[in-house]
C-alpha cells in the first residue's frame, strides 16, 4: 500500500516551448522544489507533454521508484489526462498525480514581471507538492448497467424512443398515465407541413410499440417513486384501476354503447361527450374501456352495473384495486410531453371558456377529425352552425413577458394550417390570421407558408387584438392594429381560434422532483448542455425525450427520441458505467449522524443508515454522488470528506500558499 | 499604505467556471496582479469557511472566494450554499478582527476571463489599502503566551 510508503515525489515544470520559460526561471523553480522535503527528483523539460516528456516521467517512477508525480505546466483542464495515462503508464495509480497550473495563471498573465512570476510559480509547484504528499490511490467503481428501460410518457416521443430501444433487442417499459397511448399528436387531424393525416402515421405506431416483444405498456399508469441511480433504478409503478379486467376484454364496446352515463370527454378537450364507461378515443391502444368511478352510477348511486350485465366476456371488475408494480431499471426516459397554456384563467381578455365560439387550436384539430365530436365538420360549438369568418390569433401567452417568454415554435404554422383547414372545409369562410411574426424555421414550413399565403380568402394581420368582446346580440368582435397597413381594423368573426402557448404537463413537475432532475426557469425540463448535451439531464442515466424539454414539433421530437434512445442503447450495450473517483466518502467512526449532509446534497446521494449497533450513519451512493463537495464542506465532524480534495490536501495547499 | 506592501492573496475556484475563467484570462494574455493564487476545487460548494479561516490564520491578506454565477453551477446549486456561508463567515471575521473586506466573493464564468482580471486588479487594490493582516501576527503571540 502507497500509504505506508516513504513517499518519493517527482517534479517536471515545463518550459512550454517559450510559453513558459521566457517568463518564469524553470531552472530556478527546478532546483528551488528539489529542496522540498519528499522530492526527489525535480527535472525541466520543454514538452513535457510530448511522448519523451511522458517517458521522462515513465523511466523516472521505475527508475527513482517514485509514488506521487507532479507537473507543472499548463492548466489541469488541458493535460492533467495526458499526464494521469503517463503515470498509470508508468505503474502508479492515476490519482497519485498532482498538476501546477504555470501557464495560464502565471507565465501569460505576468508576461513582464519575470522575477514575481518565478517567485509565484515556486509557489503553485510547492503547493501542489503539499497535496501530492497526501494523495491517495482512487478508483473508478464499474457499476452494472440493468438491461431494461423505463419510458415514461407514452406521446409519440415515448413511443418512438421505446420502439428504437426495443428493436436494439432491449427490454422497455413504457407508462402513460391515460388510458391509451398516442400523446397529443393522436389529437391532430393533420400534420405540417406535409398534411398527412396525423392518425394514419400515429396508430401503427401505437400497434406495433404495444405488440413488441420488447415493449410491457403500463397504460393508465403513474410513476409513484423512483430511487437509486444510473444503471440501477428502483422504480415503483402504480396502475389505477381501469374496472375492466385487462385479460378478458376483447375491445368490442359492448359495454361501451349499453352505458347510460356520459360525461365531457378528456380526448375531446371537452368538446365532446363519452359514457362513463369509455375509449380514451377510437383507435386506443390498448383498446379496454375505463369506467370512471365520479360519473358511473353504481359507483356513486349503487345501481345500474349495465356494463356488466352486457359484457360478453364477464371482463367487468367494480372491485379492481390500484396495483403496484416494481422495476427495476438501468435508464430513464422523460418523454412526458406539454399541455396548452391555461388562457382560460391566465388571459381572461380573450374570453376563452366564457364565449363559446373561442376555441383552441388543439380544440379545432378535434373539429375537423373525422372521429371527432363533429364527425369533421367545422360548426361553432355555439350554435352548431358553419363559422363564414374566422379569426386566428396567433402567439396567445407566448413570447410575452407577462405570460410565456419563450416561443411556442408551432402556433404560427400550426395556425397556418388551421387557416388551411377552415378554407378546404368551408371554401368561402374568410380568414384572418392575426400574428405579430411568422416563424417558419422547420424543412419546408416556409414553403408551407407561402402556399397558404396565396390564399385570397386567408389573410393576414399584422397585430394582436388586446381585448375579444361580445355584442348585446351575442357576436364576437375585436380591433386590432394592423402593422402593416397602419389601421385599426375591426373583426366580427364567428369563431376565434387562439394558437396558445404551451406549457409542461402538468404531472412533471412533480415527476422532476421524483427523479431529482434540473427544471428550468420556464419549467420545463433543463437538458445537460443546451448545446452538446441536449438529451442529457442533470440525472446520470435519465435522457429527455421531445416537448418535456420544451416546445417541439413532430420532427424534432421524433429526432430527440432517436437520440435518447441511442445514449440508452449506447449504455445498456456496454453494459456498465465507471463512476467518477472524486467522489465523497463518510468516515462511519467519525460521523455523529447528525444528517447535516444529507438535504445539501443535490443529488440525493446521502441517506442516512442505522448500522448493525444501531448507530445511525449518513451513507453515500457513489453511483449517484457527482463529486462536488458540498457535504464534505458542511460536515461539523470531518467525516464528510471528497476523494481527491479532502481537507487535508487542502489545507496543505493553504498552509503553503500562505506560509 | 504600508511602503513595498505585496498583498499575498488565496483563490479558490471551482473547475467548471471560475477556473476556466482564469484559464481564459491566460490565453487571452490578459495581465493582471502576480499577488493571487489559486486553489482549484471541483465546486465553490466545496469550500469550507475552515479553509478561509486558516487562510487569515496562516497570514493570507485576502482570500477570493470565486464559483459560476448564479443558476450555472456544474452541480445545482453548490454555489448558493457558497453565497449562504460567505456571509456568515463576513460576520464572524469581524469578531475575529479581521476586515470582512479581505474576504470577496465573485461569480466568474468560463468567459469572462477580463471580468476575472479586473477582479483581480481591484481587490488587490483594495487589499493595499487595507495594509497587511496583522492578525497572524496576533495569533502566533497568543499561542505563545499559551
Ligand atoms: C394545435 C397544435 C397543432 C400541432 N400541429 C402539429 C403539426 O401539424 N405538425 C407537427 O410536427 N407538430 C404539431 N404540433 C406539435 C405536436 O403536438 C408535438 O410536437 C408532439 O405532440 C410532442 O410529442 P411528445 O410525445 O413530446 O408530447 P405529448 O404529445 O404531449 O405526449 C406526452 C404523453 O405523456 C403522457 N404523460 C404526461 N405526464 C405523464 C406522467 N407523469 N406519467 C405518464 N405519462 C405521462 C401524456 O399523457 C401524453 O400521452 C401541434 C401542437 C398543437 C398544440
Ligand atoms: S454531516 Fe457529517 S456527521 Fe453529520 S451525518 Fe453527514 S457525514 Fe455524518
Ligand atoms: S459530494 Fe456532492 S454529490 Fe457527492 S454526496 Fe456530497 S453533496 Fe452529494
Ligand atoms: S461548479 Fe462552479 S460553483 Fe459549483
Same mark, same amino acid.
Given at each position: 500500500m502507497v500509504e505506508d510508503e516513504e513517499v518519493r515525489i517527482g517534479v517536471y515544470i515545463c518550459h512550454c516551448g517559450l510559453n513558459i520559460a521566457s517568463v518564469v526561471d524553470v531552472k530556478k523553480a527546478a532546483e528551488e522544489v528539489s529542496k522540498v522535503p519528499n522530492v526527489v527528483v525535480a527535472k525541466d523539460y520543454q514538452f513535457m507533454c510530448s511522448q519523451p516528456g511522458q517517458n521522462i516521467i515513465i523511466e523516472d517512477i521505475k527508475q527513482h521508484r517514485l509514488n506521487r508525480v507532479v507537473v507543472a505546466a499548463c492548466s489541469p483542464r488541458m493535460h492533467e489526462p495526458t499526464f494521469q495515462k503517463a503515470v498509470e503508464r508508468g505503474g502508479l495509480n492515476p490519482y497519485l498525480f498532482e498538476m501546477a497550473n504555470i501557464r495560464e495563471h502565471c507565465s501569460w498573465v505576468h508576461e513582464k514581471e519575470k522575477v514575481a512570476a518565478t517567485e509565484k510559480a515556486i509557489k503553485l509547484v510547492k503547493a501542489a507538492i503539499a497535496k501530492a504528499r497526501l494523495l491517495k490511490p482512487l478508483k473508478r467503481e464499474k457499476v452494472n448497467v440493468i438491461p431494461r428501460a423505463l419510458v415514461i410518457g407514452g406521446g409519440i416521443a415515448g413511443i418512438r424512443a421505446s420502439l428504437d430501444i426495443a428493436n436494439a433487442g432491449f427490454e422497455v417499459h413504457l407508462v402513460e398515465?391515460?388510458?391509451?397511448?398516442?400523446?397529443?399528436?393522436?389529437? +391532430?387531424?393533420k400534420t405540417f407541413?406535409? +398534411?398527412? #393525416?396525423s392518425q394514419c402515421i400515429l396508430t401503427p405506431l401505437m400497434v406495433e410499440v404495444s405488440r413488441h416483444p420488447n415493449v410491457t405498456l403500463h397504460t393508465y399508469t403513474d410513476v409513484v417513486n423512483i430511487d437509486g441511480s444510473v444503471g440501477n433504478f428502483k422504480v415503483k409503478l402504480l396502475k389505477k384501476p381501469r374496472y375492466v379486467d385487462e385479460s378478458k376484454c376483447t375491445g368490442c364496446g359492448t359495454c361501451i354503447t349499453k352505458c347510460p352515463w356520459t360525461a365531457p370527454s378528456e380526448f375531446e378537450l371537452g368538446l365532446g361527450k363519452r359514457k362513463?364507461?369509455? $375509449?380514451? $378515443?377510437?383507435?386506443?391502444?390498448?383498446l379496454i374501456p375505463v369506467i370512471d368511478p365520479e360519473h358511473c352510477m353504481y359507483f356513486q348511486?349503487?345501481? #345500474?352495473?349495465a356494463c356488466e350485465k352486457f359484457c360478453p366476456t364477464k371482463a367487468i371488475d367494480f372491485n379492481q384495486k390500484p396495483e403496484e408494480i416494481e422495476l427495476e431499471v438501468g435508464a430513464i426516459i422523460l418523454a412526458t410531453g406539454y399541455s396548452l397554456y391555461d388562457v382560460a384563467k391566465a388571459m381572461p381578455e380573450y374570453g376563452y371558456r366564457k364565449y363559446k365560439d373561442v376555441i383552441t387550436g388543439l380544440e379545432l384539430e378535434r373539429l375537423v377529425s373525422a372521429t371527432g365530436p363533429t364527425k369533421g365538420h367545422i360548426v361553432r360549438p355555439s350554435d352548431g352552425k358553419e363559422p363564414k369568418k374566422v379569426a386566428i390569433i396567433l402567439c396567445v401567452g407566448s413570447r410575452d413577458e407577462k405570460h410565456l417568454r419563450f416561443c411556442c415554435r408551432f402556433g404560427c404554422v400550426a395556425g397556418i394550417k388551421h387557416a388551411y383547414y377552415i378554407v378546404s372545409h368551408i371554401p368561402d369562410a374568410e380568414v384572418y390570421i392575426c400574428y405579430r411574426d411568422i416563424r417558419? $424555421?422547420?424543412?419546408g414550413y416556409e414553403e408551407f407558408y407561402e402556399r397558404i399565403r396565396n390564399y385570397e380568402n386567408i389573410k393576414f394581420i399584422r397585430g394582436s387584438p388586446m381585448e375579444i368582446l361580445q355584442d348585446a346580440d351575442g357576436s364576437l368582435y375585436f380591433d386590432v392594429f394592423d402593422a402593416n397597413t397602419n389601421r385599426i381594423v375591426t373583426l366580427r368573426p364567428d369563431l376565434v381560434v387562439l394558437e396558445t402557448g404551451i406549457v409542461p404537463h402538468p404531472t412533471f413537475k412533480e415527476v422532476a422532483k421524483i427523479l431529482k432532475c434540473a427544471v428550468g426557469p420556464d419549467g420545463f425540463a433543463l437538458e445537460l448542455h443546451p448545446k452538446l448535451r441536449p438529451t442529457e439531464t442533470s440525472v446520470d442515466g435519465v435522457f429527455l425525450a421531445g416537448a418535456v424539454q420544451g416546445p417541439k414539433d413532430i420532427p424534432d421530437t421524433v429526432a430527440q427520441a432517436g437520440a435518447a434512445a441511442s445514449s440508452v442503447i449506447a449504455l445498456m450495450s456496454k453494459g456498465y458505467v465507471e463512476t467518477i473517483p472524486y467522489v465523497s466518502s463518510i468516515n462511519e467512526d467519525l460521523c455523529s449522524g447528525c444528517g447535516i449532509c444529507q438535504p445539501l446534497c443535490a443529488y440525493d446521494a446521502i441517506s442516512l443508515v442505522k448500522k448493525e449497533d444501531g448507530k445511525q450513519v449518513a451513507k453515500v451512493d457513489i453511483g449517484k #454522488?457527482?463529486?462536488?463537495?458540498v457535504c464534505a464542506a458542511a460536515c461539523p465532524s470531518g467525516a464528510a470528506q471528497q476523494l481527491g480534495f479532502n481537507d487535508e490536501q487542502i489545507l496543505a495547499m493553504v498552509r503553503t500558499l500562505t506560509r | 499604505m504600508v511602503e513595498n506592501f505585496e498583498p499575498n492573496i488565496v483563490v479558490f475556484a471551482c473547475n467548471w467556471c471560475s477556473y476556466a475563467g482564469m484559464d481564459l484570462a491566460g490565453t487571452s494574455r490578459i495581465q493582471y496582479p502576480h499577488n493571487l493564487k489559486v486553489i482549484r476545487v471541483m465546486c465553490s460548494g466545496r469550500i469550507n469557511p475552515v479553509y478561509i479561516l486558516e487562510a487569515f490564520a496562516n497570514g493570507a491578506d485576502g482570500v477570493l472566494v470565486t464559483g459560476c454565477h448564479p443558476g450555472d453551477c456544474h452541480y445545482i446549486s453548490g454555489n448558493y450554499k457558497t453565497r449562504k456561508r460567505i456571509i456568515l463567515l463576513e460576520r464572524l471575521l469581524e469578531q475575529f478582527g479581521i476586515e470582512k473586506e479581505r474576504l470577496r466573493l465573485e461569480w466568474v464564468s468560463a468567459s469572462e476571463g477580463e471580468k476575472f482580471a479586473n477582479i483581480a486588479k481591484e481587490f488587490v487594490e483594495q487589499i493595499r489599502k487595507l495594509g497587511p493582516n496583522h492578525i497572524a501576527k496576533e495569533l502566533r503571540k497568543e499561542v505563545a503566551v499559551v
Open positions: 398515465t391515460r388510458p391509451s397511448i398516442g400523446g397529443n399528436m393522436a389529437r +391532430l387531424d407541413p406535409t +398534411l398527412d #393525416c362513463a364507461i369509455y $375509449f380514451e $378515443f377510437p383507435q386506443a391502444v390498448p348511486k349503487g345501481t #345500474c352495473r417558419t $424555421f422547420g424543412k #454522488c457527482k463529486g462536488c463537495g | -
